[in-house]
């Protein structure tokens, strides 16, 4: 019987040759270490076959190897211009935005005065509304200004004189705001009221002031007391009424048509 003849695939060696391994570790350690990588390579495999590596121990080179340096720069303004800007540019935002800032504060600044002065106008307005509103309120009657007997009529001078004693009071005889209280030359110790209406009443050659400007008043407020100061023979109120534009009236017949004794 012949004999059998097997054939079996040579296996590819595990190993590597030592060419292949001299290139694989000057890729490793760069070309200065091939030389040294070589000769480990061949002490390592004097003892074996086919120029192969056996598996000795390998010492690499120590040898540092290089560094990356930075880029360097010709000078600052390079640095500057590879970063984004210059130092001017730098100032210029800065500038443009204090300018901007300013702005925004100025107009700010300009609101808030713009909502004072509105508040400030509302408030005169609603102040100026309640005062009408009082003295419209008030404006329901009228009065003889003082007590005593009327001892001059108008016609003779530019009003009436009613003498009771001094220091009798004094009042508004019809509704309005005090337009004056002072020395009024030979008119003395002198009280001015304006009504709603525009007419004016006053007295004069009193005592006291019993009211100041701008003070609202009524029918029966008291403005001052009887006296004899100015131009005056003995105590005695001179009350005068003037229309508007400062027209004189007979306050007597002016009295007696709003219903009020004289």
Excluded: C
């Excluded at 001094?166 to 005090?178: D, L, M, S």
């Excluded at 209406?197 to 008291?222: I, K």
């Excluded at 005695?236 to 009020?260: K, S």
């Amino acid at each position: 019987m012949p004999a059998r003849i097997t054939v079996r695939p040579a296996r590819a060696s595990a190993r590597l040759s030592s060419r292949q391994l001299t290139f694989r570790l000057s890729g490793l350690l760069g070309a200065a270490s091939v030389p040294l990588a070589a000769a480990a390579i061949a002490a390592s495999g004097a003892g074996g076959t086919g120029g192969t590596v056996v598996g000795a121990p390998l010492q690499v080179s120590s040898a540092p190897t290089a560094r990356l340096r930075p880029a360097s720069f010709s000078s600052a303004d390079t640095v500057h211009a590879r970063l984004g800007g210059t130092g001017a540019a730098d100032q210029a935002v800065r500038q443009q935005g204090d300018k901007q800032r300013a702005a925004a504060a100025a107009s700010t600044t300009q609101a808030a005065s713009a909502r004072i002065a509105a508040a400030r106008s509302d408030a005169a307005r609603a102040s100026r509304n309640r005062a009408r509103a009082a003295l419209q309120q008030a404006e329901q009657g009228y009065t003889r200004p003082t007590s005593g007997p009327l001892t001059q009529g108008y016609g003779s001078h530019p009003g009436i004189d009613l003498a009771p004693p001094y220091g009798t009071p004094v009042v508004a005889a019809h509704a309005g705001v005090v337009t004056f209280a002072g020395w009024q030359g030979g008119y003395g110790l002198h009280v001015e009221v304006t009504q709603a209406d525009g007419y004016l009443t006053t007295y004069s050659h009193l005592s006291a002031t019993y009211a100041g400007v701008g003070q609202l008043v009524q029918a029966g407020t008291p403005v001052g007391a009887v006296g004899t100061t100015g131009y005056s023979t003995g105590p005695h109120l001179h009350f005068e009424v003037m229309l508007p534009g400062r027209i004189h009236t007979d306050p007597a017949a002016w009295l007696i048509a709003h219903g009020a004794a004289v």
